[in-house]
């Protein structure tokens, strides 16, 4: 039962995506898919789940933008690393915290699809900013944030390999 909320977290609750269209960044996603709005405009999420959502990328928006920790966001990006694992494993671990704070309350299915979100912002804000991130290098963050959060909670990473590779192939079918 886990690994199927898992996988459906993995997927945000969607069947995996066909083969990318000629032109689209990596990860299936076609070019600009990385708005925040228009993201969360394709979110097809359950009414119960909606409220969830809401609450769990304010929370996520605080940690990342707040004056009070901007400090600590800033110093962590300016430090070792790609940018895209930065991002990635960035958000992930916001992810983790909050699940942890809302004393694993949170639904497990919208910890994946809020991260994406909270990629999006974060590369909405670094562009702003004047970081070089484009389409591939968000694509990378989100595909760096999934395993990250599945290891993180347990999944071993043959698992996450076989959950991926189940996913790919039926996404081809």
Do not use: W
Not at 56 to 71: H, L, N, S, V, Y
Not at 74 to 94: C, H, L, N
Not at 110 to 136: F, T
Request: hydrophobic residues 40%.
């Amino acid at each position: 039962m886990a690994t199927g909320l898992i996988q459906s977290a993995a997927t945000g609750g969607q069947p995996p995506a066909a083969p990318a269209p000629e032109g689209a960044a990596q990860g299936g996603m076609p070019q600009g898919a990385f708005d925040p709005k228009e993201m969360r405009a394709r979110m097809d999420l359950p009414d119960n789940l909606k409220a969830a959502y809401d609450r769990t990328i304010k929370a996520g928006m605080k940690m990342m933008f707040d004056p009070k920790t901007r400090a600590q966001t800033m110093q962590f990006m300016d430090g070792p690393g790609d940018e895209a694992t930065k991002i990635g494993e960035g958000v992930g671990s916001i992810m983790l915290a909050l699940f942890e704070y809302s004393n694993q309350t949170m639904p497990p299915q919208i910890i994946i699809p809020c991260g994406l979100e909270l990629i999006a912002h974060a590369g909405e804000v670094g562009r702003e900013a004047g970081l070089p991130l484009d389409d591939n290098v968000m694509a990378e963050a989100m595909s760096q944030m999934v395993p990250f959060i599945l290891e993180k909670m347990g999944i071993k990473p043959e698992k996450i390999q076989q959950m991926m590779s189940g996913a790919l192939t039926e996404g081809m079918q």
